[in-house]
């Protein structure tokens, strides 16, 4: 069965410092990617994602993520955070397989961006 | 397009009691699913369904029913609501099945007391 993994809780951060979040996934063969966001209060919103192709992947909002295949990790990146970045962060992973796209979450990452 | 929506966006049940929480979409979807998202935990799939008249379980099915009489409506049924079963309940649906993006409605918070 396919897992993720997010290793960073929660991260605070003030405004304008670069960010990396942690991905790591477990599963053998091809898989699909996705960074989705929660901002407070609101419902689940995809911020970019990796079928195939360039693994530099670029996404709304100026996060881009970059897929790893060596080391199964899709880590989220962004140069420079704003206060409106404040938010809840999952990394999914979708096998290739079976009949549904079944995603798999990890447990999310908290984001705190303060002034 | 109003995407999915659900309704209620929040309710408290007493232990024992019953209710539905509705899940819409009108993007002509034919994949549709629950997912429960407590604290801390990420999100649980609870049951999908791959089109109208079929459903399946996902990884926490117990407690749960659905039913899918057309490719619009997918509601999520407790039959006993118990305190564990206190957490926020997404729906979502998506195009086809090989990872295409899955769209995601407002919630419903449910509170089991």
């Known amino acids: 069965a396919q897992s993720v993994s997010q290793h960073n809780h929660h991260v605070i951060l003030s405004e304008a410092a670069s960010l990396e979040l942690g991905c790591n996934y477990s599963y053998g063969g091809t898989v699909n990617l996705f960074w989705y966001v929660q901002y407070p209060g609101q419902h689940l919103q995809l911020l970019l994602k990796?079928?195939?192709?360039?693994?530099l992947v670029k996404g709304i909002k100026g996060f881009e993520a970059e897929f790893i295949k060596s080391k199964f990790s899709f880590n989220l990146r962004k140069p420079s955070v704003q206060w409106s970045d404040t938010a809840e962060y999952f990394c999914?992973?979708?096998?290739?397989?079976?009949?549904?796209?079944?995603?798999?979450f990890g447990t999310g990452t908290r984001l705190q961006v303060t002034l | 397009n109003a995407g999915v929506t659900q309704t209620p966006k929040f309710r408290i049940l007493k232990i024992g009691q019953s209710m539905t929480l509705q899940c819409t979409q009108d993007m002509n979807h034919n994949y549709m699913y629950w997912y429960r998202q407590d604290p801390g935990m990420g999100l649980k799939l609870i049951y999908y369904s791959v089109g109208a008249g079929i459903t399946d379980k996902g990884e926490v099915p117990n407690g749960y029913n659905v039913s899918r009489s057309t490719t619009e409506d997918f509601p999520l049924r407790l039959e006993l609501a118990a305190p564990s079963q206190t957490s926020v309940y997404f729906c979502?649906?998506?195009?086809?099945?090989?990872?295409?993006?899955?769209?995601f409605g407002p919630g419903t918070r449910l509170t089991v007391l």
């Open positions: 990796y079928f195939s192709g360039d693994p």
């Open positions: 999914a992973v979708n096998a290739r397989t079976g009949t549904a796209s079944k995603l798999t």
């Open positions: 979502a649906s998506s195009y086809s099945t090989r990872g295409t993006e899955q769209f």
